[in-house]
């Protein structure tokens, strides 16, 4: 089974996690991969959206793959946006103060809504 479903909507990549659980360093090995090569392939101005709504626990070792790829992102003036986190790992955001960092919604429609209206002006 793949780790990530990727699709687009409108202008937006959304990248769906597969795992319940996402604990596994080889697992999150796999993931820094697929997020590097979705990088490396932006276009500057490219909306991203993180799907969660599979996810119930990962490690602090995945959190901080979200970090590098927020920095990466930012770097490449990639819009990325993350969504229906659950609530065990939206306390630990909290804790962290990554909810100031990183922009969370509540669901897709509210995180696909909040990048504004398409912009179909760049290629994968």
């Known amino acids: 089974m793949d780790l990530l ?6 202008d937006v990549v959304v990248v769906s996690f597969n795992q319940v659980k996402i604990l ?3 697992v999150i090995r ?3 991969e697929e997020f590097q090569n979705l990088t490396l392939q932006a276009a500057a101005g490219r909306k991203l959206l993180l799907d969660f709504s599979r996810v119930g626990f990962m490690s602090s070792s995945m ?6 790829l927020h920095k990466q992102c930012k770097q490449d ?4 946006k993350l969504c229906n ?8 955001f909290q804790i962290t103060g990554l909810t100031k ?4 919604y509540p669901d897709s429609v509210k995180a696909l809504d909040a990048f504004g209206p398409p ?3 760049w290629n994968r």
């Open 30 to 32: 796999q993931i820094r």
């Open 77 to 80: 003036k990639t819009q990325l």
């Open 5 to 10: 479903t990727f699709r687009e909507i409108n």
């Open 101 to 104: 960092l990183l922009s969370i």
């Open 119 to 121: 912009s179909f002006g």
């Open 63 to 68: 959190i901080g793959q979200i970090v590098r």
């Open 85 to 92: 986190i659950s609530s065990n790992i939206m306390e630990v």
């Open 24 to 26: 596994d360093e080889g």
